[in-house]
């Protein structure tokens, strides 16, 4: 399964950005999903995450209430709609799969895409 991420670009701050991830080999419907992102210089860290059928949500506190990941099993394309952003979002944002709605780390998740660049100017 691979996985690729997209919308990511430059915005201001208080703007909106929604990434979009899909999957090539099997459709993402067939996997719980995640959203982490990766600011230079740190680790990464969970964002949200979302089981197979969209039924249960989780957000890492630093995004709860701006955030809201999503998904639409009919195009096989999970959405993670940014708003309120603030610079420090500022990272590469990665998409994840994984059969079980596993948890907050990296470990759970078997499959990865490419990042996609968020940038949020001051």
């Known amino acids: 399964v691979q996985l690729q991420a997209s919308g990511g670009g430059l915005v201001q701050a208080g703007g909106s950005l929604r990434l979009s991830c899909a999957a090539s080999?099997?459709?993402?419907?067939?996997?719980?999903t995640g959203w982490f992102r990766q600011a230079p210089g740190k680790e990464r860290e969970f964002v949200a995450r979302i089981k197979r059928d969209g039924g249960n949500t989780n957000y890492a506190d630093s995004v709860k209430g701006r955030f809201t990941i999503s998904r639409d099993n009919a195009k096989g394309t999970v959405y993670l709609q940014m708003n309120s952003l603030k610079p420090e979002d500022t990272a590469a944002y990665y998409c994840a799969a994984g059969p079980y709605y596993s948890g907050t780390s990296t470990g759970g998740y078997p499959y990865w895409g490419h990042g996609t660049q968020v940038t949020v100017s001051r």
């Open positions: 080999g099997r459709t993402l419907s067939s996997y719980a």
